[in-house]
Nanobody, 124 residues
Framework: QVQLVESGGGLVQAGGSLRLSCAASGRTFSIYTMGWFRQAPGEEREFVAAIRWSGSSAYYADAVKGRFSISRDNAKNTVYLQMNSLRAEDTAVYYC?????????????????WGQGTQVTVSS
């Protein structure tokens, strides 16, 4: 089992920045990929970014490429999502997720473990 706790959400003006954190505990030694997803009201949960627990591979949705950056600190078992140049359309609940398997990183079904979500609201 892996437990995930997100933090860092809030209200920010368009063009501003936020950094989300996701602290993992439990069976972190066998995590393969950590991901961030988001869900706006009335919309499906969508992929934002993912990072391999070992190595340097990171992946981004086209909508956030060049504005968001995912990173990790293995010593702290924490993954971060730095969000810059935020837009009103980035408003959503952001979820951290983890998986032990090697499935597609952009697919919600790949991830067995989810955090409770943190609200990000961007005012225009």
């Amino acid at each position: 089992q892996v437990q995930l706790v997100e933090s860092g959400g809030g209200l920010v003006q368009a063009g501003g920045s936020l950094r989300l954190s996701c602290a993992a505990s439990g069976r972190t030694f066998s995590i393969y990929t950590m991901g961030w997803f988001r869900q706006a009201p009335g919309e499906e949960r969508e992929f934002v970014a993912a990072i391999r627990w070992s190595g340097s591979s990171a992946y981004y949705a086209d909508a956030v490429k060049g504005r968001f950056s995912i990173s990790r600190d293995n010593a702290k078992n924490t993954v971060y999502l730095q969000m810059n140049s935020l837009r009103a359309e980035d408003t959503a609940v952001y979820y951290c997720a983890a998986t032990h398997n090697t499935g597609n990183y952009y697919y919600t079904g790949t991830y067995a473990y989810w955090g409770q979500g943190t609200q990000v609201t961007v005012s225009s």
